[in-house]
């Protein structure tokens, strides 16, 4: 279970509780049941490289970093020097006591994921960078895609499965939100090969990262539904390289953002150019 003190949601406007997305407990109890059995981690790993690669061409060494994760344990092993904090609604960080913050394969679970980032960002000293790495886009989008059609079919009804992910541009717009300069959105997608849609929920289980929402179906789904789903995955997402095979989709999506400071490079005035867009582009014309 998790440590993380949950406050209640509240509409300042009504004093009334807000609507909430995701629900903390049963996304805990997901994580634990992931610890539990041996670990799907394969995601984390590539978040890790990725991220690796992106701080080496950063090329600055980082003294005090923290990293927000909902898996202290693989991040604590991988980096013992970082402190590692839950990604509670509430983050456990000082404010300006770091000079690097990771937030590791986490944000999509965040019921605001702006204040996420506002409260990193506070933890930064000025020039400290905060990178990010959630699950985005086009995720699991061929499992949203088979389940919603097989409940639609069998059921005549549809109650929500999959995670609602945010896109890059949306993503990469709450860095300036949240304070930060030079903001940098990026992803890599992730095409995984399954043997059927069984196996693919089975990996899921080992992710912690199946149904928390607020609003799921608090029963067991239907047999005939899943049966159904794995149909039309068959059909519709096959792999192509191996027919007999599914795939599955994970858009990972990686922010990167600057704590404000005076030695950082500023864009220029709106307005303050030498030279208009139309008279460069002639010029190169010319000089080509």
Not at 155 to 180: F, K, N, Q
Not at 264 to 280: D, F, V, Y
């Amino acid at each position: 279970m998790t440590s993380c003190q949950i406050p209640p949601q509240i509409n300042p406007a009504s004093q009334a509780p807000a609507s909430q997305l995701v629900d903390r407990s049963a996304l805990a109890q997901r994580r634990a049941r992931a610890l539990q059995a041996e670990p799907v981690d394969f995601l984390h790993r590539v978040a890790l490289d990725e991220m690796q690669d992106r701080l080496a061409e950063v090329n600055r060494p980082f003294k005090d970093m923290a990293i927000v994760t909902g898996f202290p344990d693989f991040w604590r092993a991988v980096m013992p020097e970082a402190k590692v904090v839950e990604d509670c609604p509430v983050l456990d960080l000082q404010p300006a006591s770091h000079d690097l913050v990771l937030h590791a394969m986490a944000l999509h679970w965040a019921e605001d994921p702006v204040g996420q980032l506002v409260q990193a960002a506070r933890a930064l000293r000025p020039d400290g960078l905060l990178l990010v790495a959630t699950l985005g886009g086009e995720t699991l989008s061929e499992l949203r895609d088979s389940l919603t059609r097989a409940e639609v079919e069998v059921t005549s009804g549809l109650s929500p499965r999959v995670l609602p992910m945010g896109e890059i541009r949306d993503l990469g717009a709450l860095l300036p939100r949240a304070g930060l300069a030079l903001p940098v959105a990026d992803h890599l997608r992730q095409s995984v090969s399954y043997r059927n849609f069984f196996h693919l929920a089975k990996d899921l289980r080992g992710m912690g990262e199946t149904n928390a929402l607020a609003a799921r179906l608090r029963q067991p789904t239907r047999r005939d539904v899943l049966l159904r789903a794995a149909e039309i995955y068959a059909q519709d997402h096959a792999d192509p390289a191996n027919p007999d095979r599914v795939l599955a989709t994970f858009d990972l999506i990686f922010l990167t953002g600057w704590a404000p400071s005076d030695n950082q490079q500023k864009p220029l005035r709106p307005g303050s150019a030498k030279m208009s867009l139309s008279e460069a582009l002639a010029s190169k014309r010319k000089d080509a």
